[in-house]
């Protein structure tokens, strides 16, 4: 597969990593093409090596119900519904029915579609209609980075013990690190950073994959 290193990982490295990771089946290259003819906004995507990773953890944790904040063209959305069981359920929010749209053919075609509810809205006003009580195994949340403090205050509450949040982009290319970059979306990443880092309800890491992978469980 394509290697996509991030700046902290040699690209032979990452390429030999991605050269020893499930390679993605010829429906998801074809909506990665698909994506990638989008131009700029493409970048948006997750790498092939994050949906493998993602996809082996939906598994391994058993989820049977899932959630994801921001779906984009669907390949993220894809490789969580792929991991889940057959009557497994992944509900999916975002606000750009045009990208989606792209993702729903995607779905369809490989047989998922079944197991995805898609809400086109604000994400924030879907969680907080969503009932109270503990109803998520996983979680995945890859959109607008100043809202990532409030959305993992309204999934914890629906989240069991022990289920898990995806949080995408945590390293920001890395400029979480540097103190010279300094404009509002990594700023807010450093904030959100050092509050999951302390959050008490929350058992968190940081991995360096991509873009900045963070896992927490719930306590």
């Not at 047989?111 to 604000?122: A, F, H, W």
Request: with cysteine.
């Amino acid at each position: 597969m394509a290697s996509d290193a991030p700046p902290w990982l040699a690209p032979p490295i990452a390429a030999y990593a991605d050269a020893h990771t499930a390679a993605p089946s010829d429906l998801q290259q074809r909506l990665i093409a698909e994506t990638a003819a989008l131009g700029r906004v493409a970048g948006m995507q997750i790498s092939p090596l994050q949906g493998a990773f993602m996809e082996l953890l939906v598994r391994a944790v058993g989820a049977q119900n899932a959630l994801e904040i921001g779906t984009f063209t669907g390949y993220s959305a894809l490789c969580i519904a792929r991991g889940l069981p057959h009557d497994g359920r992944l509900l999916c929010c975002d606000v750009n029915e045009t990208w989606t749209a792209v993702g729903r053919r995607y779905w369809d075609e490989a047989g998922v579609g079944q197991k995805i509810e898609l809400r086109i809205g604000p994400a924030i006003d879907t969680l907080r209609a969503l009932p109270p009580e503990e109803q998520f195994d996983l979680a995945f949340v890859d959109a607008d980075k100043s809202g990532y403090p409030a959305y993992i205050d309204a999934i914890v509450p629906r989240l069991r013990p022990q289920g898990v949040i995806l949080v995408d982009n945590t390293l920001r290319g890395g400029t979480v690190a540097d103190a010279k970059v300094t404009d509002d979306d990594t700023a807010a990443m450093r904030r959100f950073n050092d509050s999951v880092a302390a959050d008490e309800r929350l058992w968190s890491v940081l991995l360096p994959i991509a873009d900045g992978l963070t896992l927490l469980q719930k306590r």
